[in-house]
């Protein structure tokens, strides 16, 4: 189990490491690893010769060029995939590689570009519906950007909606300004929940188990977030009822009891009975039926 209490080292207290924390510091190992690598001077050397340059780029230098045309030669093309194919080894993403070897003073905790691909949330739907498609990306932006998901115990990645067709998955993309349809969402132009959409996780190798697991749960807390900003019913909590159970003995298959049966169910459940017991059994199988009946309309019900 994870706590914030620290632990003593040396009679001092020492702050117990997040999940976060922890794959971090993985990630910065595996750099220095590269850094300190024979890759990483191979790479560099051939990475220059490309461009016609002895010196490594500048910031400047290095965002003026990436405009150029060398970009697209076949040479530098070369270059990038043998980056991605180092890059797969230590466990490290392409662009900081690349930029390792080419930028003078690259410091990666500065850049955009992050060190290594982290765990990836991605709001799945099989819909082809435009209008509904549209309102989830825009309300799945919304969510994540009204709540504080993160922290510094876990990075929440922002979820990106994808379209999925059968095996195949693909990316929704929009303009960012676009904040809200033109068309309000009905009720009546809502998928059924349960094939509206899903949340899918997917973690790198080494990933903390404790911080898969902590994702994995504020995963789902915006997953309902989110189906309530869409308008579905989304209950507090999932409880189960035990009267559920007992649909077939109450008779639910039966709209309506036929003549003298809440007296032939009255029988079955609770036997003989006194006079005096037989309006409260009564009432309570009725109840129960009203009860039962409400519940499976509303697992039925589309939202």
């Given at each position: 189990?994870?706590?914030?209490?620290?632990?003593?080292?040396?009679?001092?207290?020492?702050?117990?490491?997040?999940?976060?924390?922890?794959?971090?510091?993985?990630?910065?190992?595996?750099?220095?690893?590269?850094?300190?690598?024979?890759?990483?001077?191979?790479?560099?050397?051939?990475?220059?010769?490309?461009?016609?340059?002895?010196?490594?780029?500048?910031?400047?230098?290095?965002?003026?060029?990436?405009?150029?045309?060398?970009?697209?030669?076949?040479?530098?093309?070369?270059?990038?995939?043998?980056?991605?194919?180092?890059?797969?080894?230590?466990?490290?993403?392409?662009?900081?590689?690349?930029?390792?070897?080419?930028?003078?003073?690259?410091?990666?905790?500065?850049?955009?570009?992050?060190?290594?691909?982290?765990?990836?949330?991605?709001?799945?739907?099989?819909?082809?519906?435009?209008?509904?498609?549209?309102?989830?990306?825009?309300?799945?932006?919304?969510?994540?950007?009204?709540?504080?998901?993160?922290?510094?115990?876990?990075?929440?990645?922002?979820?990106?909606?994808?379209?999925?067709?059968?095996?195949?998955?693909?990316?929704?993309?929009?303009?960012?300004?676009?904040?809200?349809?033109?068309?309000?969402?009905?009720?009546?132009?809502?998928?059924?929940?349960?094939?509206?959409?899903?949340?899918?996780?997917?973690?790198?190798?080494?990933?903390?188990?404790?911080?898969?697991?902590?994702?994995?749960?504020?995963a789902m807390r915006f997953e309902r977030e989110l189906a309530r900003r869409l308008g579905y019913q989304v209950p507090k909590r999932m409880r189960t009822s035990p009267l559920a159970a007992k649909a077939s003995s109450l008779g639910l298959k039966q709209q309506r009891l036929p003549r003298r049966g809440i007296y032939d169910l009255m029988d079955k459940t609770y036997g003989e009975l006194e006079t005096s017991q037989e309006k409260t059994a009564r009432n309570r199988i009725?109840?129960?039926?009203?009860?039962?009946?409400?519940?499976?309309?509303?697992?039925?019900?589309?939202?």
């Amino acid at each position: 189990m994870v706590t914030d209490k620290p632990i003593l080292v040396g009679g001092k207290a020492v702050p117990k490491s997040t999940p976060q924390g922890r794959w971090d510091a993985d990630i910065r190992e595996r750099y220095q690893a590269f850094a300190h690598s024979p890759e990483l001077r191979r790479l560099k050397k051939q990475g220059l010769a490309i461009f016609g340059r002895r010196r490594m780029f500048t910031s400047e230098e290095w965002w003026e060029e990436s405009r150029g045309p060398t970009w697209t030669t076949k040479e530098f093309q070369d270059f990038d995939r043998e980056c991605q194919r180092v890059g797969d080894r230590f466990g490290l993403n392409r662009t900081a590689i690349t930029m390792s070897c080419l930028i003078k003073g690259y410091d990666h905790q500065r850049s955009p570009y992050p060190l290594a691909i982290g765990a990836k949330i991605r709001v799945v739907t099989e819909s082809n519906d435009g209008e509904f498609i549209h309102w989830l990306v825009c309300l799945a932006k919304f969510v994540y950007l009204s709540v504080q998901w993160s922290t510094s115990k876990l990075n929440f990645p922002q979820p990106q909606v994808v379209q999925k067709n059968g095996s195949q998955t693909t990316p929704v993309l929009f303009i960012p300004f676009v904040t809200r349809p033109d068309k309000d969402l009905f009720p009546d132009r809502l998928p059924p929940r349960a094939s509206a959409f899903l949340m899918q996780a997917e973690f790198p190798p080494n990933y903390p188990p404790d911080a898969a697991a902590e994702l994995g749960r504020r995963a789902m807390r915006f997953e309902r977030e989110l189906a309530r900003r869409l308008g579905y019913q989304v209950p507090k909590r999932m409880r189960t009822s035990p009267l559920a159970a007992k649909a077939s003995s109450l008779g639910l298959k039966q709209q309506r009891l036929p003549r003298r049966g809440i007296y032939d169910l009255m029988d079955k459940t609770y036997g003989e009975l006194e006079t005096s017991q037989e309006k409260t059994a009564r009432n309570r199988i009725k109840s129960q039926r009203n009860r039962v009946r409400r519940r499976f309309q509303g697992r039925g019900s589309q939202t």
